[in-house]
């Protein structure tokens, strides 16, 4: 089983700037992929920004150039590094990592986290 721990949310003026994290703990597992995902009121949950174990990285249109993604493998976390908010960026952040481990392959979602854009 692994737990993810997300932080880093908040309420930041538009043109600001906020970093989450997302840490994954259990015992003996290999993270694969990881990600962001948000949901805005009344909006599905969309992909926000993934990255594989090797760096490859993918965005969604709206947040390329602004958004950074990145990750430390040896402490299974997971950044994101968002600048130049916009209030359309607003939502709840969630991280998801897909993982391997001795009872085969699964992903998690974490709990999510708040981000608030105001105008």
């Known amino acids: 089983q692994v737990q993810l721990v997300e932080s880093g949310g908040g309420l930041v003026q538009a043109g600001g700037s906020l970093t989450l994290s997302c840490a994954a703990a259990?015992?003996?597992?290999?993270?694969?992929?990881m990600g962001w995902y948000r949901q805005a009121p009344g909006k599905q949950r969309e992909s926000v920004a993934t990255i594989t174990r090797g760096a490859n990285t993918n965005y969604e249109d709206s947040v390329k150039g602004r958004f950074t993604i990145s990750r430390d493998n040896a402490k299974n976390t997971v950044y994101l590094q968002m600048n130049s908010l916009k209030p359309e960026d607003t939502g709840v952040y969630y991280c998801?990592?897909?993982?391997?481990?001795?009872?085969?392959?699964?992903?998690?979602w974490g709990p999510g986290t708040q981000v608030t854009v105001s105008s």
């Open positions: 259990g015992s003996t597992f290999i993270i694969t992929t």
């Open positions: 998801n990592a897909n993982y391997v481990n001795r009872d085969g392959s699964g992903s998690e």
